[in-house]
Nanobody, 115 residues
Framework: QVQLVESGGGLVQPGGSLRLSCAAS????????VGWYRQAPGKQRELVAG???????NYADSVKGRFTISRDNAKNTVYLQMNSLKPEDTAVYYC?????????WGQGTQVTVSS
């Protein structure tokens, strides 16, 4: 079973940047498409960025041009560089496989964009 640990969240002003990291246990991680998801209060969890094991990426329209997903398979880690942050980006961010069934969800990392 893959274990996921997200980190890097925090409080940032609008227009600021954060870099999230997700460290995974288990060799299957490097052979899987993975994604970053977020869940805002009162809303469903949504996929914001995905990356295949080969490095191809896709983004939700709401973050395209501002967020960049990347991975380091040697470190079993996926990253999310978030620039030009907006208040509507406030949410708990999670990583998981970009397919079903999902792995067990980690605790997530809180991102708050506020002045």
């Amino acid at each position: 079973q893959v274990q996921l640990v997200e980190s890097g969240g925090g409080l940032v002003q609008p227009g600021g940047s954060l870099r999230l990291s997700c460290a995974a246990s288990g060799s299957i991680f490097r052979f899987s498409a993975v994604g970053w998801y977020r869940q805002a209060p009162g809303k469903q969890r949504e996929l914001v960025a995905g990356i295949t094991r080969g490095g191809s990426t896709n983004y939700a329209d709401s973050v395209k041009g501002r967020f960049t997903i990347s991975r380091d398979n040697a470190k079993n880690t996926v990253y999310l560089q978030m620039n030009s942050l907006k208040p509507e980006d406030t949410a708990v961010y999670y990583c998981n496989r970009d397919s079903v069934p999902a792995w067990v969800w980690g605790q997530g990392t809180q991102v708050t964009v506020s002045s």
